[in-house]
């Protein structure tokens, strides 16, 4: 079975450019998570979902972040505009129930110049 | 106000003895945590859970130990082996909630 799928695996940017990372959950995983790692904080989580609707976004930084779940299958993180200090690794996760374990995606790896 | 703490950085063992990773945590609504491991350029990967109603949980190599009344939890590994060599995080939920929590990671060598 495929896993949790991201997109790029890497990007690198400019400073004002709009980035948008892609996920794909787990076929049949109702909640999806993204998680950002810096050295400074960790891995923290940004926002989640179920059935496709935000349920809690308060660990998303500010206004140039955002995040939709148009389907069950399909995810996007945007950031615009980009800045340096958004310079991270971005996970998705999904999970197949409420207190059910959360899988991981690889990451992508965003530089922004 | 970091409510899970890995304070150890990094830990370094030699294979065949115990690992021991700590946690400690220290939001009192937390029941539910789990250990997470990750190698490079992989995301997490979930390794084991305990709830709050255990004091231990154990799968094989694997045990994790939950104190409650110290707010601590740990992860022992017995043997060590080398493809051990990874950082693993703890992660802790509070009754009811999927959002997770997560320590800063204590990086694992295994030694030959």
């Known amino acids: 079975d495929a896993g949790v799928i991201q997109s790029p695996r890497h990007e690198v940017t400019e400073m004002g450019q709009e980035v948008t990372l892609r996920c794909k959950p787990i076929?049949?995983?109702?909640?999806l998570f993204w998680y950002r790692q810096t050295m400074m904080r960790g891995l923290e989580l940004l926002i989640y979902?179920?059935?496709?609707?935000?349920?809690?976004d308060s660990g998303m930084p500010e206004d140039r972040f955002s995040a939709k779940m148009p389907n069950a299958s399909f995810s996007t993180l945007k950031i615009q505009p980009s800045e340096p200090r958004d310079s991270a690794v971005y996970f998705c996760?999904?999970?197949?129930?409420?207190?059910?374990?959360?899988?991981f995606g690889p990451g992508t790896r965003l530089t922004v110049l | 106000d970091q409510q899970v703490k890995q304070n150890s950085p990094s830990l370094s063992v030699q294979e065949g003895r115990i690992s021991i990773l700590n946690c400690d945590y220290t939001?009192?609504?937390?029941?539910?945590f789990l250990w997470y491991k990750k190698y490079p350029a992989e995301g997490p990967t979930f390794l084991i859970s305990?709830?709050?109603?255990?004091d231990k949980n154990e799968d094989g190599r694997f045990t994790v130990f939950l104190n409650k009344s110290a707010k601590h939890l740990s992860l022992h590994i017995v043997p060590s082996q080398p493809g051990d060599s990874a950082v693993y995080f703890c992660?802790?939920?509070?009754?009811?909630?999927?959002?997770?929590?997560f320590g800063q990671g204590t990086r694992l060598t295994i030694n030959p």
């Open positions: 305990i709830s709050s109603i255990k």
């Open positions: 939001n009192s609504m937390f029941d539910y």
């Open positions: 076929s049949g995983h109702n909640s």
């Open positions: 992660a802790a939920s509070a009754e009811g909630a999927q959002k997770l929590v």
């Open positions: 979902f179920n059935n496709n609707v935000p349920i809690d």
């Open positions: 996760a999904s999970s197949g129930s409420r207190l059910g374990t959360q899988y």
